[in-house]
């Protein structure tokens, strides 16, 4: 994969009427050689990041009186929190001979017969996992094949990835990557009876069914009153 670039002439401030024309600032920078700003077309870095993500190498063609080529690796991106445009692109030239760090996405395929014939809930609890290896080596993309989740008893572990000779996952190899959880049942809503509230309604009766000893008393008094 290959992508020209051109050296970039404008700094600070300046780089917005680069982005009004639809280019990137840039920095190229990594072993044996010192920091180059750079202007790339918005549009074919695109292009070549889709494919390449920030773990495989790509060819900078360098356009000029000097022009070169370099292998690099899109080491870091700036966008805008906003629109998620890019604003501002890192090249890293690193040593064939050095090892690097990396964060490489996992790419789920296949069919779970847990899901598909048991209605089971597929769980991906790691969907990228950071490497170190020779550039040269590094993947593009983890693939895991789920159609070995057979039962809700199955799971895929770090250990079972599978990655280019030298290249290593930091992560430990016990810790689950995706399995299938059994579908939720939908609990009914249960209310349970207002047992405070019968009480209270039971109570009420029997003290308007009986009278009060005060009521009674008083109409014992008026009874003396009308046979006096």
């Known amino acids: 994969m290959e992508l020209k670039v051109k050296i970039r002439e404008k700094f600070g401030r300046k ?3 680069l982005r009004k024309k639809g280019l990137i600032p840039a920095i190229l920078y990594g072993e044996g050689i010192k920091n180059t700003p750079l202007e790339v077309s918005e549009k074919e870095f695109e292009k070549i990041y889709q494919q390449a993500g920030e ?3 790509i060819l900078l063609e360098i356009e000029g009186k000097n022009s070169k080529k370099i292998e690099v690796l899109i ?3 700036d966008r805008d929190p906003l629109t998620g445009k890019i604003l501002h692109v890192d090249f890293y030239h690193p040593s064939a001979k050095k090892e690097v760090t990396a964060e490489i996405p996992i790419v789920f395929k296949g069919t779970s017969p847990a899901v598909k014939e048991m209605g089971g809930i597929l769980v991906k609890e790691i969907q990228q996992v950071e490497v170190k290896g020779l550039p040269q080596n590094l993947p593009r993309e983890i693939t895991v094949n789920i159609d070995c989740l ?4 199955d799971k895929i572990q770090i250990k079972d990835l599978k990655v280019p000779q030298g290249v290593k996952i930091l992560r430990e190899s016990e810790e689950i990557v995706a399995n299938v959880v059994p579908p939720r049942k ?7 009876p207002p047992e405070e509230e019968k009480v209270e309604e039971k109570a009420e009766e029997k003290i308007e069914e009986k009278p009060s000893q005060e009521t009674g008393e008083k109409k014992e008094e008026v009874k003396e009153k009308i046979n006096d």
């Open 186 to 192: 939908e609990e009914e809503e249960v209310i349970p």
């Open 150 to 153: 057979k039962t809700f008893d």
């Open 55 to 57: 773990s495989s190498l």
């Open 15 to 17: 780089t917005k009427s």
């Open 75 to 77: 080491h870091d991106l």
